[in-house]
């Protein structure tokens, strides 16, 4: 049995599993110091006023929506080349995702689009950094600012991303980031909410935990609220997780330099794409193929191979089954989008490859193009 290279594996060390072990030999395993202090870290690494840690990077999108006051008929514009997770929260609030087609080199949305898009229905953007390419954010802002429309970044894959020198997550009213366990750094399970917008903050605080207020007493709901917290033992997982990331993130931009180097070179392969005026943070490494080349059967040689690979976003949101049914999308509408998603794959990308499984890689994407092009 051939042994595989896996697509992704979580960077974590002897300091997460004694900092896990420490907060369950505490016995306080919720609301403890532990997220205060990894909100604060966080904070601080992002450049920040404010983090909310909650559980998952979805229950931070939800309640951003939430802070925005966003109600059934409201309209909020996103991209559907995306995981499913950055535009359900808009229905959970009775809204409707607005799609609107991606610029194909970086594959965010298209700033010209997102600006004919605006109609008196619309009341938010959310942004996806795509596999931690930032947007264009000094295009999005100038129409931000004109139409008087707040954006939410979904900065869940873009940890360390930045366009011209501003960190993602610094631009919108709020941003939120994700900690899975093939993400930049993980929690586990777990998500964070970042603003400088005191408001927002504190009604994200409140609705995490059960919509309580800040006075203290335990049994004192002032509002119809959720169960999104982070545990202790996440929390403190994720501030060791903080301590390593400025190596996590160099090392991840190395193996991606060396994908980009050799894969480069192979006839029918486009490899990422990043805009000169942006810090790409890489969260998956994703390639497309030329049209001359069956997407479906690189996967396949791939997978038999010993080197795991997937189809990612294929279909888009828009072309969800679900989305179908409620919203009546058809093929067609979002032509750039769609293009992508039918020719796009991840290959592995972990901190701790090695020169060998990298090589091993490349060299079986090589051999599976070349089995095409005979």
Same mark, same amino acid.
């Given at each position: 049995?051939?042994? /595989?290279?896996?697509?992704?594996?979580? !960077? @974590?060390?002897?300091?997460?599993?004694?900092?896990?072990?420490?907060?369950?030999?505490?016995?306080?395993?919720?609301?403890?110091?532990? %997220?205060?202090?990894?909100? &604060?870290?966080?904070?601080?690494?992002?450049?920040?006023?404010?983090?909310?840690? *909650?559980?998952?990077?979805?229950?931070?999108?939800?309640?951003?929506?939430?802070?925005? &006051?966003?109600?059934?008929?409201?309209?909020?514009?996103?991209?559907?080349?995306?995981?499913?997770?950055?535009?359900?929260?808009?229905?959970?609030?009775?809204?409707?995702? *607005?799609?609107?087609?991606?610029?194909?080199?970086?594959?965010?949305?298209?700033?010209?689009?997102?600006?004919?898009?605006?109609?008196?229905?619309?009341?938010?953007?959310?942004?996806?950094?795509?596999?931690?390419?930032?947007?264009?954010?000094?295009?999005?802002?100038?129409?931000?600012?004109?139409?008087? $429309?707040?954006?939410?970044?979904?900065?869940?894959?873009? #940890?360390?991303?930045?366009?011209?020198?501003? /960190?993602?997550?610094?631009?919108?009213? +709020?941003?939120?980031? +994700?900690?899975?366990?093939?993400?930049?750094?993980?929690?586990?399970?777990?998500? $964070? $909410?970042?603003?400088?917008?005191?408001? $927002?903050?504190?009604?994200? =605080?409140?609705? =995490? &935990?059960?919509?309580?207020?800040?006075?203290?007493?335990?049994?004192?709901?002032?509002?119809?609220? !959720?169960? !999104?917290?982070?545990?202790?033992?996440?929390?403190?997982?994720?501030?060791?997780? %903080?301590? /390593?990331?400025?190596?996590?993130?160099?090392? =991840?931009?190395?193996?991606?330099?060396?994908?980009?180097?050799? #894969?480069?070179?192979?006839?029918?392969?486009?490899?990422?794409? @990043?805009?000169?005026? +942006?810090?790409?943070?890489?969260?998956?490494?994703?390639?497309?193929?030329?049209?001359? %080349?069956? =997407?479906?059967?690189?996967?396949?040689?791939?997978?038999?191979?010993?080197?795991?690979?997937?189809?990612?976003?294929?279909?888009?949101?828009?072309?969800?089954?679900?989305?179908?049914?409620?919203?009546?999308?058809?093929?067609?509408?979002?032509?750039?989008?769609?293009?992508?998603?039918?020719?796009?794959?991840?290959?592995?990308?972990?901190?701790?490859?090695?020169?060998?499984?990298?090589?091993?890689?490349?060299?079986?994407? /090589?051999?599976?193009?070349?089995?095409?092009?005979?």
């Amino acid at each position: 049995m051939i042994n /595989k290279i896996p697509l992704a594996k979580p !960077y @974590v060390g002897e300091e997460e599993i004694q900092a896990v072990s420490e907060v369950i030999r505490s016995g306080w395993l919720s609301l403890g110091p532990k %997220l205060t202090e990894f909100e &604060n870290e966080f904070a601080k690494f992002i450049g920040i006023k404010h983090a909310i840690a *909650v559980n998952s990077g979805t229950s931070g999108l939800h309640l951003c929506i939430k802070a925005l &006051n966003i109600k059934p008929g409201d309209e909020v514009i996103t991209s559907s080349f995306s995981f499913v997770a950055s535009s359900n929260p808009v229905i959970f609030e009775g809204g409707k995702p *607005v799609f609107v087609d991606i610029d194909e080199r970086t594959y965010n949305i298209d700033p010209q689009k997102l600006e004919r898009a605006i109609t008196d229905k619309t009341k938010a953007i959310i942004l996806v950094h795509i596999f931690g390419q930032p947007c264009n954010m000094e295009e999005i802002m100038r129409i931000a600012e004109k139409s008087g $429309i707040p954006i939410i970044e979904d900065a869940c894959e873009a #940890l360390g991303a930045a366009f011209n020198g501003k /960190k993602v997550g610094t631009f919108g009213a +709020a941003s939120v980031f +994700a900690f899975y366990p093939n993400k930049q750094i993980t929690t586990g399970e777990g998500g $964070i $909410i970042v603003t400088n917008d005191d408001k $927002i903050a504190a009604m994200c =605080r409140s609705w =995490r &935990n059960q919509g309580r207020d800040d006075s203290g007493e335990w049994l004192n709901h002032v509002c119809i609220g !959720y169960n !999104y917290r982070l545990n202790e033992m996440s929390c403190a997982m994720g501030i060791e997780q %903080l301590k /390593k990331v400025e190596f996590i993130l160099s090392k =991840r931009r190395e193996i991606a330099a060396k994908y980009t180097k050799r #894969l480069e070179r192979i006839d029918g392969i486009i490899t990422p794409y @990043v805009d000169s005026k +942006a810090e790409f943070s890489c969260w998956v490494y994703y390639l497309q193929t030329e049209e001359d %080349l069956d =997407r479906n059967k690189i996967l396949e040689y791939l997978n038999q191979n010993g080197v795991s690979s997937r189809a990612y976003w294929d279909p888009p949101i828009h072309l969800q089954p679900v989305y179908k049914n409620i919203f009546r999308y058809v093929e067609g509408e979002l032509p750039i989008t769609e293009r992508v998603s039918k020719r796009g794959f991840i290959i592995p990308f972990f901190v701790d490859m090695n020169n060998e499984q990298i090589e091993k890689v490349c060299v079986t994407i /090589k051999k599976a193009v070349r089995k095409q092009k005979r």
